[in-house]
């Protein structure tokens, strides 16, 4: 069992939860239910109350035709993109603290290509496009 708290959540704010799931040895093609995510939360307002939800994540086992005919999600797309962004500018701290700088710079234009292959035909498009040029000038700094 794995916890994660969120933190606090208000009304009318989206809070997203994305899961990298490793899933090896499914054995037959069609619908199968790989993990089921409990979510539990406390309400506030005229009465306090707490909550839990149950929320089965099942996942269709096709062909490599069935998945390339489904398409991706572009919500989805857009969250993985900004995450391997962030996670790409901590390892780029990271390895110049180690003194890597050329090897940073390229973590930090990889992100950056990979920010502005998502916007291209995102709705997004303006935001990604100034991150991946942020990223682009960190990515230029000189040592």
């Known amino acids: 069992?794995?916890?994660?708290?969120?933190?606090?959540?208000?009304?009318?704010?989206t809070r997203r939860l994305v899961l990298a799931l490793d899933i090896a040895g499914l054995p037959d093609l069609g619908p199968c239910q790989v993990v089921e995510l409990v979510v539990e939360y406390t309400s506030s307002g005229d009465e306090v109350a707490q909550h839990t939800l149950h929320m089965p994540v099942t996942v269709h086992i096709g062909s490599a035709a069935e998945a390339a005919a489904a398409g991706s999600d572009t919500d989805v797309r857009e969250e993985v993109a900004i995450l391997a962004a962030a996670k790409a500018q901590q390892d780029a701290i990271d390895a110049a603290?180690?003194?890597?700088?050329?090897?940073?710079?390229?973590?930090?234009?990889?992100?950056?290509?990979?920010?502005?292959?998502?916007?291209?035909?995102?709705?997004?498009?303006?935001?990604?496009?100034?991150?991946?040029?942020?990223?682009?000038?960190?990515?230029d700094v000189e040592e």
């Open 1 to 13: 069992m794995l916890r994660v708290e969120l933190g606090d959540a208000y009304a009318e704010r």
């Open 97 to 139: 603290d180690r003194g890597d700088i050329d090897g940073a710079k390229e973590m930090l234009r990889h992100a950056a290509a990979a920010l502005r292959g998502v916007g291209a035909d995102s709705m997004w498009s303006a935001e990604f496009n100034e991150r991946a040029a942020s990223i682009e000038e960190l990515a």
